[in-house]
Every structure is written in C-alpha cells, then in structure tokens.
C-alpha cells in the first residue's frame, strides 16, 4: 500500500541536484576555500616549534616599535629643573665667595657645604622620579626598546626602564598579558625539543663509548632474540657543563661589546638566566644610537675644534650594532630554551632517583620490621615468607 502512495521523482530533480552540484563547486567557491585552507596551515605552523619562535621574535620587534613610537612622544621637563638647580647652585656659591671671600674659610666653607648638600638632596629626588640625564630618543632606542619587551615578557624585569607615559604603562598591561603566556609555550616547546635533541645526542656519544655494540644488536636479532635497549638518563653534570659553557660564551661575547669587564658580564648572564634581573647591566644601554650619532653631527657643526674622526667612529660603529643587536637577543632567548631543556633532563633524573629513593626505603622497612618481629618473635614465623 506504501507504495502506491510513493511519490516518483521527477524527471529534472537529478538535473535539480546536479546543479546545486555544480553550484557548490562553482569557482567563485574556490578563493574561498584556498584562504580557509592557507589560514589551517598557518596555525599548524604557528603552533610548531619554529613557528612559536618566529611568533615570539614578530611579537618582541613589534613591541620594540610600539613603545619607541609611544615613549619619544613623553615631554621630559626634568631636564629643564636640573639646569635651574645646577644654575642656581652656582650663583650661590658665587654670592657666598663674594661674601667671605678669603678672609675666613671657615665660614666658606661651611656655607658652600650647605648649599652643596641643598643640591645633593634636590638632584637625589629628581633621579628617584626618573631623571636619568638623556633625553627619551636617546632611552628610547631600537636596542634598548627590544631588550625591554623581552625582559617583559620573559618575566625578567630590568627596571633599568619604564614607560612613563599613560599609554605606555596601559599597553605595557595588554602587551604583558599577551606576551607572557607566549613565553611560556616558547619555553615549553623549545625545552622539550632541545631536551630530545641533547638525550639523542648524549645516547649516540655513550653507545660510541661501549663495546660492539652494534656487534651485539646484529647477533642478537640474527638468533631470533629481541634485544631490549638500555635506557640512558642524561646526567645532571652533563645539563651544568652546558648552561656553564654557555654562559661563558656570554661573558665572552657581552665583555667585548658592552665594555663590560668579565665579571660583570659573567654576572649579568647568571641573573639573567636565573630570571633576577636586578637592572644594573643591561645589554642595549650602552649601544651607540642614532640620537647619539646626530648629537656629536650637531656639536661638530657648532663647534670647529671638534674631532671629525669621533663622528666617523660613531657612524661605524651605529651600523655595526644591528648584527649585535641580533645575535644579543637570540643569545637571550635560546639561554632561555636551554634553561627549559636542563629542567626537563634534570626532572627526568629526580624522578629516578626518587623512585629509586622510595623502593631502597621500601626494602629497608620491610627488613627492620622483619628484624624486628624476629627479635621480639618466632623467629620461625617471621622468615617463613622471607623473600630473600
């Protein structure tokens, strides 16, 4: 009976459907599904371990920009009140040598200490407000801007500087809230890709240092036996000898390019590292900046005695600092990762000596309770089940 009532299909619904189809699939669809498919890639990328790197790097030369652009902008009048105070010191000391003059030095002297310790007292809070004696395009340059996102986002804090201006301090906030999770994916991802490298490597070298070992492999699966590999646990000396060797290529490399001395620098990659950042060395501060090269441009057009070779050496020396510039920053982010790669390898080892730790402390319950029921028991009884 259903099938009288069945409704029979038309003659065009296959040409109905086939159009829809061939509507579907039209080329105006295509664009479209290329951008789809190009966006799924970039993702899958970005979500690698280059492209968690290449993230990290796009983030911190666009912050670098960013605060650059913002921070020149702030108007520094402290600059203005310390060429008051120092001219108002010296008139002072002026009027006070006027007034005693030669006749009682005792007198100078203690009035000139006055006013000394006045100015002393009042260029102590200009410093604590920010004063710092450059102006903000001399602070603010691309160097100095860098070093500051990455000590943002890494959580490291120099303090060496600040934003001083409200947008800057709100986009710190924003830039920080982004920045910081970023970080600790790089962190993540780069230790355990450096951490499976290093355990590669480290195997290799100790398989190098037995005995046939290969030898053994090949008799054993020629005689039909499954031969189990030993695992190796990279050793925590091995993970010390390396942030060793690398932050002495650190103290090296910043002693010659910051005119550090080599404490200093040996003291600068340690904090660093170690994520104190106390600010008292950082790298960048002392590069030769583009607000330099025009300061000593302008001071050879004023004055004529000035040496044309010191502008020379400082154009030189400005196109130079690029290179560095770069080589600083991945120095700073791949001490990172290898910090991240010896807390993997060292955990791994803790866990071992752990588990061995708590089985050695397991056997050595279990014997002083035998002894102990020995003692105090049937000494029968208690090594009947003695697993000895």
Known sequence: MASKFQRKPSPGGAGVMGGASSVSSTPSNQP????????????????????VGALIVIYAICGAFAFMHIERQFEDKTAGLVMELRQNCSQQLWSITEEHNIIDRRLWTEATNEVLREYQAQIAGVVKHGYVGRSPEQIWSFPAALMFCLSVITMIGYGNMVPRTPWGKGF????ATFGIPLYILYFLNMGR?????????????????????RLDRMDALEGGVSLTRKKVIVPSTACLWVIFFYVL???????????????NSFYFCMTSLCKIGFGDFVPGASLTTTADVNAATQKLQEDISADPAELAQLQSVAADQH????????YMLL??????????????????????????????MEDTR?????????????????YY
């Open 32 to 51: 479209r599904k290329r951008v789809k498919r190009c966006c799924r890639n970039f993702v899958t990328f970005m979500c690698t371990q280059v492209g």
């Open 172 to 175: 710190t906030v924003i830039y």
């Open 193 to 213: 890709v450096l951490a499976r490298s290093f355990k590669f490597l480290y195997r290799s070298l100790h398989d190098c240092t037995q005995e046939h070992p």
């Open 249 to 263: 290529t650190g103290t090296v490399m910043f002693a010659n390019w910051e005119r550090w001395s080599l404490l």
């Open 323 to 330: 290179s560095k510039l770069a080589i600083n920053f991945v």
């Open 335 to 364: 001490g990172m990762g290898l910090v991240a790669m010896c807390r993997n390898l060292m955990r791994e080892e803790v866990r071992l000596k752990a588990r061995e730790m708590r089985e050695d402390a397991k056997l050595c």
């Open 370 to 386: 035998l002894r102990f029921v020995g003692c105090c028991g049937n000494p029968r009884d208690a090594y009947e089940d003695d």
